[in-house]
């Protein structure tokens, strides 16, 4: 009984003097508890950042609602300064083809960034029992500003019902009048209706998701591939016939070969899936181009940085205890999704951009959540991205070249910083 008993205590030291015991037991609850009573905080701040002001045209067909309109604009002007609207009133044609032919030159402009959106009023809003009866046209999937012109529309529409409604009014005539006004989304990009908003309004969530799943999955693969390969002496065979850097770029390019497949699989299921659904407008091919760009380079720097990790240690306990920071700054964008997502222009965004680890799940939502992300900004983080992949590459080249073929206690971050010096 008393060997069980020291076995046991010994197993109990060894674990809980291991980093990963101690991120797992300290550090994460922690950043958990930062997470929860610091994340409103978060939102408050990238709230309370300016917006640049929307442009939504209005044609008001019915008549009368459009000064409603711009008097609830007003109102959320004056209680949301950050994220300010500006009507900008159409002039109601003369036949049903020219306010089609306004309508189109409205959608042209919200693909082309002069108008956030359009919503169309048509004379059949006024009828209660009407089917689709007003028209919201726009590019991104702010479920925020959704709410927000939703709720402007359905004001104008019920003030225009009572103003032109017929006394004397009894309550379920005014309950009538009172009915929602069915709004009819339309996506410019696609010109397809949105059936499920809330399906596209988690749309960036499952892109970076699928994103985070395809590289840090496989990449984690090759870090147990390396462990094992140089616990079983097989690298020391390897290295007779190739170079150091030869066989590190080999693995990861095989396992780029194995993420690439993997993210090809789910990209088809999601899209069919979505064709099956009639919401094959959240799977675009700008949404899986933009994946793809930043797929590969984020795979490349991810996997260089754990198989540098894998080299430098010689039982998976150690290199698990050593990737964890690094898992866990991967997670972060996975928290602050909703933050990211509804406010993808905020400063805390963008910065967020421009953390090389992290770039891809925060572009990847980005541009999901708008389309009109700058240009600048994409090609930005891209370029550092791929200027990390090499740095990454070539520290982990010359970390491999000693950690290899070294066994005992896994080396410190100093000792690691020597080995790239030096190598």
Known sequence: MNKIATIAWREFIETVRTRTFVFT????????????????????VAAKQKDPPRNVAVMDEAGGAAAVFEESVATWNEGNPSQQFVMKPVAVGASDEENQAKEDEAKRQVLEGDLYGFVRIPAAALDPDAQFACKLIRKDSGIEQFRALNNMIQRSVEAARFASADPPLDR?????????????????????????RMARFMTPFAFMFMLFLATLNISQGLLTSVIEEKSSRVVEVLLSAVSPTQLMAGKILGMVMVGALLLVIWSSVGYFGAEARNMSQVVTPFRLTYMALYFVPGFLLMSALLAGVGSACNTLKDAQSMA????????????????ISMRPQSTLSVALSFIPPITPFVMILRICADPDTPMWQIIATLALLWASVFVAVWAAGRVFRIGVLMYGKPPTPRELLRWIRMA
């Open 324 to 339: 964890f920071p690094l898992t866990m700054l991967t997670i972060f964008p996975m928290m602050l999704w909703w933050v």
């Open 172 to 196: 379920e005539r005014i309950e009538r009048l009172q009915k929602d006004v069915p709004v009819l989304e339309v996506d410019a990009a696609s010109d397809e209706v949105a059936t499920d």
């Open 25 to 44: 037991s300290i550090f994460m609850p922690m950043l958990m508890l930062g997470l929860i009573f610091g994340s409103e905080w978060i939102a408050d």
